[in-house]
């Protein structure tokens, strides 16, 4: 299910493709809504983005419309 504004709750789990500051797919939890995007604390992760996560200190904004609900 793809998330949008109106069902973006607090502590949703999601999942979310590669982005520009990750190079494969990814989980996360979250902590804050805006507009059009979310504030995520990264929860699960490819091996590869190891340091990624740990450069965005476990967090990422990313736009809603990229976001998918974990079932």
Avoid: C, W
């Avoid at 709750?9 to 999601?14: A, D, L």
């Avoid at 493709?17 to 805006?34: C, H, L, N, S, W």
């Amino acid at each position: 299910m793809t998330v949008s504004k109106s069902n973006a709750k607090v502590g949703m789990i999601v999942t979310v493709k590669a982005t520009e500051d990750m190079q494969a797919p990814f989980k996360g939890r979250i902590e804050k809504v805006y507009e059009n995007a979310a504030l995520l604390t990264i929860t699960d992760y490819d091996a590869r983005d190891e340091l990624n996560v740990k450069a965005l200190h476990d967090k990422i904004v990313v736009s809603l419309k990229q976001l998918k609900k974990v079932s």
